[in-house]
């Protein structure tokens, strides 16, 4: 991953999918540890109207690339190796 990249962890409270998708992004092993923030939809009218029914989404800044809901550990090393 290249300096000045950042990730974002779409979700919401209450989500049991976002559950299982945080235990997956806690789970995978990295060569490096790589920051996540975290952004709970809810708190924007913007954000729940694009990922409303897309959460979990993991999003790749300024790439703009997205890795949707569902994905395993093999998905997101593909994601953050392949920007």
Same mark, same amino acid.
């Given at each position: 991953?290249? !300096? =000045?990249?950042?990730?974002?962890?779409?979700?919401? +409270?209450?989500?049991? @999918?976002?559950?299982?998708?945080?235990?997956?992004?806690?789970? !995978? /092993? @990295?060569? !490096? /540890?790589? #920051? &996540?923030? &975290?952004?709970?939809?809810?708190?924007? +009218?913007? %954000?729940?109207?694009?990922?409303? +029914?897309?959460? #979990?989404? %993991?999003?790749?800044? /300024?790439?703009?690339?997205?890795?949707?809901?569902?994905? !395993?550990? +093999?998905?997101?090393?593909?994601?953050? =190796?392949?920007?």
């Amino acid at each position: 991953m290249s !300096t =000045g990249t950042s990730l974002y962890f779409y979700i919401t +409270e209450n989500c049991e @999918l976002c559950e299982q998708a945080e235990q997956i992004l806690v789970r !995978t /092993p @990295l060569e !490096t /540890p790589i #920051p &996540v923030d &975290v952004v709970d939809i809810s708190e924007s +009218e913007a %954000l729940v109207h694009q990922y409303g +029914e897309r959460i #979990p989404v %993991l999003r790749m800044e /300024p790439e703009g690339k997205e890795l949707d809901w569902p994905f !395993t550990a +093999e998905d997101v090393i593909a994601f953050l =190796g392949n920007h």
